[in-house]
């Protein structure tokens, strides 16, 4: 079994390599592989399909944090959490609104993620502020390592949050043009998910 190259191994580099780093790897590679040159197209692709990932700062850390070189396009991702959340309504053994359970859901999914990024952001700030005190003789500070590990981890999950209140945006301006009659019951209550929470709601 042939054995899977990653974007990092195709161009050469380490997977902390700087943003200049990648760019040259790729200048040096794509020069020694394109068609152009002698070499083939083949080999040429995943050369130019490596750098397409990383050299964009969002693509990387996706990639980095997942191991995916591609976003689902928003208009799937739409269509694909409100299929979920749909049935999910559709399921619930109380007789609850669709359209209108959805569409808190939702509102409660995005207010959810604002709260992380805000928690990661302040995390974020709060371990930049360690590293700068920490400072060593040595060849290698590892504090330093640590730390920057951490934070590219925090990036990731900044991303990906981001990611998920574009797409909660987007699906509510879908549900726009739904509309539903409905007369409530007394009172109603519904767990659905929403980004991977479970979100509680109840109506009067």
């Known amino acids: 079994m042939a054995k899977t190259t990653n974007h990092y191994e195709t161009l050469g580099v380490k997977p902390d390599a700087s943003p200049g780093e990648i760019k040259r790897a790729y200048r040096d590679r794509a020069k020694q592989v394109h068609p152009d040159k002698g070499g083939k197209q083949s080999d040429?692709?995943?050369?130019?399909?490596?750098?397409?990932?990383?050299?964009?700062?969002?693509?990387?850390?996706?990639?980095d944090a997942t191991g995916q070189d591609r976003q689902t396009p928003i208009e799937t991702a739409v269509q694909q959490v409100l299929l979920q959340l749909f049935n999910q309504a559709l399921a619930a053994e109380d007789d609850i609104p669709i359209v209108?359970?959805?569409?808190?859901?939702?509102?409660?999914g995005k207010a959810r993620f604002s709260e992380e990024i805000k928690n990661l952001k302040a995390r974020k700030k709060k371990i930049e502020a360690k590293r700068k005190k920490v400072t060593s003789t040595g060849p290698v500070n590892i504090v330093?390592?640590?730390?920057?590990?951490?934070l590219k981890s925090i990036a990731s999950?900044?991303?990906?949050?981001?990611?998920?209140?574009?797409?909660?945006?987007?699906?509510?301006?879908?549900l726009k043009a739904y509309s539903e009659d409905w007369e409530p019951p007394q009172q109603f209550q519904y767990v659905v998910k929403f980004g991977g929470f479970n979100v509680t709601s109840s109506s009067t």
């Open 44 to 63: 040429f692709e995943p050369v130019v399909r490596a750098y397409e990932v990383l050299g964009d700062p969002e693509r990387r850390l996706l990639y």
């Open 157 to 174: 999950k900044i991303a990906q949050c981001e990611r998920e209140l574009e797409v909660g945006k987007a699906c509510l301006t879908a």
């Open 100 to 108: 209108q359970t959805v569409r808190e859901q939702i509102k409660a």
């Open 144 to 150: 330093h390592m640590v730390i920057d590990g951490e």
